[in-house]
Every structure is written in C-alpha cells, then in structure tokens.
C-alpha cells in the first residue's frame, strides 16, 4: 500500500512551522517595510493533530486547508470567564503525569513524547504547504479510528460542562437584569419578570456552537485592498493561479466558482473548491511527520505562543480579522 500523499492524511500528529515571509509575497505587496518585518520574525515549530482536510485531494494543489489541534506539554490554562478548567485535557501515552479519570490516547506506533496532552477547544485552521515528492507517512503517529473515537468521547464531558456553565450564566445575567415596567390600568406601574430562556433550549444552543468548531472569518471585515490583492494574485482557492485566470466559461465567468457551486449542493461546499476571500489570512506552514525528527520532547512550544505568531502575521498585512479562538 503506497504511503506517500499529495498532503497529509487525517487524524496523523505533525510539526509545523508557519511561513510568514510567503504570505506576504503571496499577497504581492509592495511594502518593503511589510515585506522587512515579515522577515524578521521569528517563528517556532509546533506539535499539532491534524482532524480531517477542508478540501479534497487535487494532484496540482498548493496547499490543503486542515483543521488542527495544537499540542501541550502542561495541563490547559484556566478560564474562569470563559468556564475552561485546567483538567480539560487528555493525555497522549506514554504521558502518565496526569492522574485524573480520564485514560490516554494511543497513538500508533508508540509516541515519541511522554509529555504531551490534547486541550479542549484548542484548534486552529492551518494550510498545509504541498511540496514536490509528497508526504511519506512513514514514520509518522497516527491515531487509529478507535482511538480518534476516543478522544472525541473522551471531551464529551466537558462540553456538557461548559453547556452548564453557559446556561449558569446567562440565569445569573438575566437574574441581575432589572426588572422591566410598564403602564398598568389607573397609572400605575405593573413589574414583569425578565424573560428566561429556557435551559434545555440554552444547553442545546451551547452544544451547537461549541460543535460547530472554529469560526469563519467575516468577509465583511475584510478591508477591500486585501481583497483585491487575493482576487488579482489566485489567493481564493488552493489551485494554481493560472489555471484560476485563464479558464473562463463562455460568459466570461471563472470556471472555478462555477464548478465550485456545482459542488455546493444544499448550501454545503462538499469538496473545498468553493473561493475563500479568506483563505489567504489563514496560516500557511510547513509540515513534518516524522515529529521526533523536527522536535526534541523539551522544546515542545506553548500552543498560545503559536496564537501570537498569527495575531503578527495579521498585524503585518494590516488586515481586520480573528480566526482563532481564545
């Protein structure tokens, strides 16, 4: 069974390394100042899971747009604003540092690490740069379809958790809302209690969002440079940008939104090809499977650290936009 890929397969770990040089020059700039800060910065290489790609495998494609879950080497961050608590992990074996109920996941073969833990709600969009030759999955770690399953179970819980404490705390806001007045019959003010969701309906609102993952970036706070440049310069879609600029139908119209609406039955973008306005701001990196060649256990960076690189890179194309969630 062949093992190389046009892009990595899912559910396999990978080290990453953004590139904010390329999507500067990408977007074809003409800031040399842009262009010199881009340049100067310096970026880490980071453990991630890749979940299942945006888009389907093309021979010619540039890059394949994955949902990714950045790896740590500590217990989650706490959030009291937000409901997140430390114990909201779930270790990779051979990590037994953790003591608490919840039992590792495997990866096969046997991790190279033995300290490392997926976080809740820990997930980012990257682009995933292909390269001539292919990916080898050899040598790569990979979780089994019975292990994925349960890492997905194994958060179960704490998006009940979160859900509760969601509906906990819209009862407390809606608690301290005065109440409202309004004319009874001979002038007098009558009180109405605050009206009050219903929890099971906030529950299932809670579980909603917290299903639908990460959210997409807004195309209407896009700044209209920006998407002048990703039209003109291909950036839209992982094709080639010449064969986006020269295949037109008979109306004049870009073959590639066509097909892309073809494929977008009830609303739904089957197979990725449908243009991103937005494509270009998400990360673009390059990816690794053999993860103990590229990192050493200790040099493991802090996934918030990778947030930052972005929110930089997004500073230096001076573009209005948030693609990864707190």
């Known amino acids: 069974m062949p093992t190389i890929g046009v892009a990595p397969g899912p559910n396999y770990y990978a080290v990453i390394r953004m590139d904010p040089i390329s999507m500067v020059m990408d977007l074809g700039l003409d800031d040399p100042i842009t262009l010199a800060e881009a340049k100067q910065m310096v970026t880490k290489r980071y453990l991630v899971y890749l979940h299942w790609p945006f888009e389907l ?3 010619d494609m540039r890059w394949c747009r994955y949902d990714a879950e950045i790896i740590g080497t500590t217990l989650r961050p706490s ?5 997140i608590t430390s114990d909201m992990v779930i270790p990779i074996a051979p990590n037994k540092n953790y003591t608490g109920e919840r039992r590792p996941v495997h990866p096969h073969p046997s991790f190279p690490f033995s300290n490392c833990y997926h976080w809740f709600r820990n997930h980012i969009k990257i682009r995933v740069r292909t390269r001539e030759g ?3 999955h050899d040598g790569g770690f990979m979780l089994p379809g019975a292990e994925h399953l349960a890492l997905n179970h194994g958060f179960s819980q704490d998006r009940k958790r979160l859900a509760a404490f969601r509906v906990a705390k819209d009862e407390l806001s809606a608690a301290a809302t005065p109440a ?3 004319p009874a019959e001979g002038g007098s003010s009558a009180k109405l209690a605050p009206k009050r969701q219903d929890s099971m309906n906030s529950a299932r609102s809670a579980l909603g969002a917290l299903a639908e993952g990460e959210p997409s970036i807004r195309p209407d706070v ?3 440079t920006y998407l002048r440049l990703v039209t003109a310069r291909g950036l839209k879609t992982s094709d080639p940008p010449s064969e986006i600029g020269s295949e037109l139908n008979a109306d004049g119209s870009d073959m590639v939104t066509s097909a892309s609406t073809m494929s977008s039955l009830a609303g739904m973008d089957l197979f990725g090809w449908d243009p991103d306005p937005s494509a270009a701001l998400i990360p673009l990196v390059d990816a690794w499977l053999d993860v ?3 990192l050493s256990e200790d040099d493991i960076p802090n996934p918030l650290e990778l947030r930052e690189e972005v929110v930089k890179i ?3 194309v001076g573009v209005i936009s948030h ?3 707190s």
């Open 180 to 182: 409202m007045t309004v």
């Open 323 to 325: 693609i990864l969630q």
């Open 79 to 83: 959030d009291e604003n937000s409901g």
């Open 222 to 224: 896009l700044a209209e």
């Open 57 to 59: 495998y093309m021979p």
């Open 314 to 316: 997004h500073s230096y």
């Open 134 to 136: 292919g990916f080898d």
């Open 292 to 294: 103990g060649q590229y």
